[in-house]
């Protein structure tokens, strides 16, 4: 009934090793089962690591997919990492900092496996089943739980721009700023986070490169939600009459249809319940031709847009970038949302970043 403290490597930082090591110990505490972690990853943007737990002659082989703290807005990119893995890799487990009640029951629902480093589990193999929770968080460490500069609003703003158009990381800094809105200092800062944390190689005049593009995506969909996104919201709204009311509605040149109905438009594989606006014009006058009244709780949400490029793929179907459909979907972190995620990565996303 024993854990090993894992071997340091360039994959799995300071932070992430605290978290697993305590969460790899707490797992042992809160089941009696051995566990220990290897945590050397085979692939820079694959899996934080791999977890092996024991009871007696049996063991159990586990990537493990490492997240400090959850909360409403990153569970579902958690749960959708996990899961890319597992289709990937075979058994993956999210690691975090503390998963309460709700979230793991919520996980525990969509075949999810997990453990924290509040001893809170839910395993489920051939020969494994074990559900522990309720267990209390341990004291929270600030700096774990505080996002990269480079993911605070403004850097996620550049960010988005670099991942829908491959090759901006060449352009001249005022260039970039403009196609993400954002002033020329800011771009400056940026791009020297992002050297910093592996994401870009700048060899001066041959030019820059984005690397590691799937990991750039990944922490990108986590952290705009939380970071971005509250900025951007106008509010919720309410449309009398048929769910499906924007089948027939017709938007302002400079407005365009997020989330599911986004994704519905590219896919054709779901059927929205939630109705998603991003726009630059006149929200006023665009709430008052759909007819939409204010309510806390409408199925209809308003945006501003927050790029200033003028082409994306599907932008015929007067969508938002594809990559901003497929954030909006996993925030949400609701099954079917996360399932026609998966096709519209497929469709869409993985050449950007593959």
């Known amino acids: ?51 092996v737990i024991k009871d007696g002659r049996k063991r159990w082989r586990y990537w493990v997919e490492i997240k400090g703290q959850l909360n409403s807005h990153t569970l579902g990119s958690a749960i959708a990492a996990v899961s890319k893995y597992k289709r990937e890799h075979g058994p993956t487990a999210l690691v975090a900092s503390y998963i309460n009640p709700s979230q793991a029951e919520k996980l525990r629902e969509l075949g999810v496996e997990f453990f924290d480093t509040a001893g809170n589990v839910f395993l489920k193999q051939e020969g494994l089943h074990v559900f522990v929770s309720g267990r209390k968080a341990r004291e929270s460490n600030s700096r774990e739980s505080r996002p990269a500069r480079a993911f605070n609003a403004t850097g996620s703003r550049l960010i988005f721009a670099l991942l829908c158009n491959p090759g901006l990381e060449e352009k001249p800094y005022r260039q970039q700023a403009k196609e993400a809105d954002i002033s020329l200092g800011a771009v400056n800062w940026i791009m020297s986070d992002l050297k910093s944390l592996g994401h870009l190689i700048d060899n001066g005049k041959p030019g820059r490169r984005i690397q590691n593009r799937k990991e750039l995506l990944k922490r990108w969909v986590a952290a705009y939600p939380e970071q971005l996104r509250p900025k951007l919201l106008i509010g919720r709204f309410h449309k009398e009459g048929a769910q499906d009311w924007w089948q027939k509605a017709e938007l302002p040149a ?19 319940e939630a109705v998603t606006i991003y726009s630059e014009t006149n929200l006023a006058k665009l709430q008052a031709q759909q007819g939409l009244r204010r309510d806390s709780n409408g199925e209809t949400e308003l945006l501003r847009r927050f790029w200033a490029f003028d082409e994306w793929d599907e932008q015929d179907k007067h969508v938002v970038p594809p990559l901003l459909i497929y954030a ?4 949400t972190a609701n099954d079917r949302n996360l399932e026609t995620a998966e096709i519209l990565y497929d469709q869409c996303i993985a050449r950007l970043v593959e």
């Open 1 to 51: 009934m024993t854990s090993e403290r894992p071997k340091k490597n360039s994959k799995v930082n300071l932070a992430t090793e605290s978290t697993l090591d305590q969460a790899t110990r707490s797992l042992v505490d809160s089941t009696g089962l051995q566990a220990l972690v290897e945590a050397e990853s085979p692939t820079r943007e694959g899996p934080d690591g791999i977890a």
């Open 254 to 272: 400079q407005a365009f249809w997020g989330g599911e109905v986004g994704a519905a438009l590219i896919t054709r594989h779901l059927r929205p």
């Open 328 to 331: 909006d979907l996993i925030r």
